[in-house]
Each structure stands twice: as C-alpha cells, then as structure tokens.
C-alpha cells in the first residue's frame, strides 16, 4: 500500500509564497519521476513541474522563474517553492509519484491541495 500525503496549500496574497511538501509512504522500492499538476475551476488538469530520479526538472512555461521543484530523496519527499503568486496560479495541485511498489512502476497520486492567490 502507497499513499501520498500532500500539505502546505492556502490563501496568499498575489506576490506571496507557498511550499508544497508531497510526502510518499508504504512499501516502496524505489521511485522515478515525481511531479506536481494543478487544475483551476472550468479548466483542464495542467502539468506544472517535474523532476526526475537524478534531478533533471521540467516547469510549464506560465511557472518557469517563479516555481522551484525539488526533491529528497532519502525522505520520499517532492517540493514545489511556489513565489511570486499570481491570482491565476489559483488551483488545486495534484502531487504525484511513479513508484515501484514490488512489480513495475505505476503513477500515485496525492489527494490535491488548495492554493488561492488572492487580496
């Protein structure tokens, strides 16, 4: 059994900023890429930060200079250092981890956040 534990959502202030820590626990061989989406009301799900297992990252362009993806690796854990919030980096974020639990690897998720950028 795998789970991922997200936190560190909330109400900031437009040019404020958040971390989000995603936490993976259970059984776990080993992980590969781990990231973060989000998905805004009325909007599609978008990819926002990746990271790999050797730490090559990838940001969507709305998010590159102000989003930092990070990961440690000894504690399972993805970050996203979000700065410089904007009203419309207002979302839920999905954390999630491709892990192999014993077989193969498959994509866990975590249970979404809320991030609302507002004055």
């Known amino acids: 059994q795998v789970q991922l534990e997200e936190s560190g959502g909330g109400l900031v202030q437009p040019g404020g900023s958040l971390r989000l820590p995603c936490a993976a626990a259970?059984?776990?061989?080993?992980?590969?890429?781990m990231g973060w989406y989000r998905q805004a009301p009325g909007k599609q799900r978008e990819l926002v930060a990746g990271?790999?297992?050797?730490?090559?990252?990838y940001y969507a362009d709305s998010v590159k200079g102000r989003f930092t993806i990070s990961r440690d690796n000894a504690k399972n854990t993805v970050y996203l250092q979000m700065n410089s919030l904007k009203p419309e980096d207002t979302a839920v974020y999905y954390c999630?981890?491709?892990?192999?639990?014993?077989?193969?690897?498959?994509?866990?998720w975590g249970q979404g956040t809320q991030v609302t950028v507002s004055s």
């Open positions: 999630y981890s491709d892990i192999n639990a014993g077989l193969e690897y498959e994509r866990y």
């Open positions: 990271i790999s297992s050797y730490g090559r990252t």
């Open positions: 259970g059984s776990i061989f080993s992980i590969n890429d």
